[in-house]
């Protein structure tokens, strides 16, 4: 029905940027919000940042100020600028999207699709 496709993630020194890419394709009717949340090894998955259909953005505390999220309606996809990365921004970080879809001629709503995930690594 629906995948997400992320790119982007690498091995960046402390200080520096990345930029990861989420692509949603297959039969989509809307994309109600996308998102990404990251997991580092021994913790969990938390909420990075997040936007919405309208525009509206939301970011966790720990990345205000350095991170943000952009998004590409024409494309169905999502972005996350990454600037200033700190060591312990390393982890997995996950696509989340809120989508609804085209099924048997009738319009869906899932919630939660996840993407493969892209490992970020912030060290010297």
């Known amino acids: 029905q629906v995948q997400l496709v992320e790119s982007g993630g690498g091995l960046v020194q402390p200080g520096g940027s990345l930029r990861l890419s989420c692509a949603a394709s297959g039969s989509i009717f809307a994309i109600n919000a996308m998102g990404w949340y990251r997991q580092a090894p021994g913790k969990q998955r938390e909420l990075v940042a997040s936007?919405?259909?309208?525009?509206?953005?939301n970011y966790a505390d720990s990345v205000k100020g350095r991170f943000t999220i952009s998004r590409d309606g024409a494309k169905n996809t999502v972005y996350l600028q990454m600037n200033s990365l700190k060591p312990e921004d390393t982890a997995v970080y996950y696509c989340n999207a809120d989508i609804s879809y085209y099924s048997g001629g009738s319009i869906f709503r899932k919630y939660n699709y996840w993407g493969q995930g892209t490992q970020v690594t912030v060290s010297s």
């Open positions: 936007i919405a259909s309208g525009g509206s953005t």
